[in-house]
């Protein structure tokens, strides 16, 4: 049972441009939500994250949308940069947050 | 660097080989975590501390893993008799409690290759 889906597995966009990345999930429970950035040979890094008591929440190039009626959330990144090319997890977690289930990931190329 | 740490990186063994790794958490986080995580997936939890304790184990972590973190600071995670199907990258990651929020930070991790 996939409580937390991202459904696109690659995504590409090109520099200077907009990435949008989406998440779904499914347990209404959910109250914490946040997106990992990870390189290849190393751990996921946390890039933002949102309350359910937010709809939007925005750190820099990175701004996280949550739509809880939906039960979607979607990261965007503008603009986009070479850099930004890697495997970006959506997560989610419960009130105490002792429990966090990961998307299965979207890898993000951005071109030059 | 204050980060998380894991030891080691890299791990090959041969089937029925038994494997420790250790982590070590950002050293104010009170909880620290274990994920498997395996090619095109998402890290999937296996089990977690709140300083010694553990308090929640997943039915992914079979009686051939064990997980201790004896003084609330360091952790291992022992596997026993290992199987090819346990090849995978082992994530740590530690956080702090606090606000009802929990942003947990991720260690390199440490890859396993049973062979």
């Known amino acids: 049972d996939q409580q937390v889906k991202q459904n696109s597995p690659s995504l590409s966009v090109q520099e200077g441009r907009i990435s949008i990345l989406n998440c779904d999930y499914t347990n209404s429970m959910f109250d914490y939500f946040l997106w990992y950035k990870k390189y290849p040979a190393e751990g996921p890094t946390f890039l933002i994250s949102i309350s359910s008591i937010k709809d939007k929440n925005e750190d820099g190039r990175f701004t996280v949308f949550l739509n809880k009626s939906a039960k979607h959330l979607s990261l965007h990144i503008v603009p986009s940069q070479p850099g930004d090319s890697a495997v970006y997890f959506c997560a989610a977690s419960g009130t105490g947050g002792f429990k966090t289930i990961f998307g299965a990931g979207t890898r993000l190329f951005v071109k030059a | 660097d204050t980060g998380v740490s894991q030891d080691p990186r890299h791990k090959i063994t041969k089937r029925g080989q038994n494997v420790t790794f250790r982590c070590d958490p950002i050293?104010?986080?009170?909880?620290l975590y274990w994920y498997r995580q395996t090619l095109g997936q998402g890290p999937e939890f296996l089990t977690y501390?709140?300083?010694?304790?553990?308090?929640?184990k997943s039915r992914l972590l079979s009686d051939r893993f064990s997980a201790e973190r004896p003084k609330g600071s360091f952790s291992t995670l022992e596997i026993q008799r290992t199987e090819q199907g346990d090849s995978a990258m082992y994530l740590c990651?530690?956080?702090?409690?606090?606000?009802?929020?929990?942003?947990?930070?991720f260690g390199p991790g440490t890859r396993l290759t049973v062979l």
């Open positions: 050293s104010e986080h009170n909880r």
């Open positions: 990651a530690s956080s702090l409690l606090g606000r009802g929020t929990d942003t947990q930070y």
């Open positions: 501390f709140q300083n010694e304790a553990q308090l929640e």
